[in-house]
């Protein structure tokens, strides 16, 4: 079997940490899910609202590297709209970043099953893109969202490392509230 490229190297990893942060949150009830365990740590249906968040604004940002531009699902399909969401302070770039916890705790979130959802979409449009990267595009000049020069594999693999942090703090909070407190393994 050949070494896998780069792209398809972060591709894996990001489909395998889209289906681990579903599955985290699928072990939960509605209520569980948006238990706060402490006005200091976000309750899980936070962290995958947050995540399902930076997802929608990173393949946005990918979308003119591999194809035209597009914007957010959040925009577009009318979430925000839906999640009566208008005017809400939601942080830097609208994914809950900096928002703070007393903030973040006041947010209108829906139930767990709604924010399941987006989060599925956001990150199948983000694996979509992330899926047509190739070794030219991979490598390519990219501003990221610290208005950082990066290569587009670079901002990928930083995604990915803020992805599992988001990720390590449901399984956490979910071995807190008395579930596994693990999705791998």
């Excluded at 999640?83 to 928002?99: C, E, I, T």
């Excluded at 990221?144 to 942090?165: F, I």
């Excluded at 988001?166 to 509230?177: C, D, K, N, Q, R």
Aim: hydrophobic share 40%; glycine share 10%; proline share 5%.
């Amino acid at each position: 079997m050949p070494i896998p490229t780069p792209p398809k190297i972060v591709t894996s990893r990001l489909e395998k940490l889209d289906g681990q942060l579903i599955q985290a949150i699928d072990a939960l009830t509605d209520e569980e899910a948006s238990k706060w365990p402490t006005t200091t740590a976000p309750s899980c249906k936070w962290h995958l609202w947050h995540m399902a968040r930076w997802a929608d604004y990173v393949q946005s940002l990918l979308s003119s590297v591999v194809a035209d531009k597009t914007p957010e699902l959040w925009e577009f399909a009318g979430v925000a709209d839906e999640w009566r969401f208008d005017g809400v302070d939601l942080g830097m770039w609208g994914a809950g970043s900096g928002l703070g916890n007393e903030s973040g705790q006041s947010l209108p979130l829906p139930g767990v099953k709604r924010v399941r959802a987006y989060a599925r979409e956001a990150f199948e449009l983000l694996e979509q893109r992330v899926g047509m990267l190739d070794d030219t595009t991979f490598n390519a000049p990219f501003t990221d969202w610290h208005n950082v020069e990066t290569s587009t594999g670079d901002a990928m693999v930083g995604y990915l490392a803020h992805a599992n942090r988001h990720l390590g703090m449901m399984e956490a909070i979910s071995g807190v509230l008395g579930k596994d407190g693990s999705v791998t393994v």
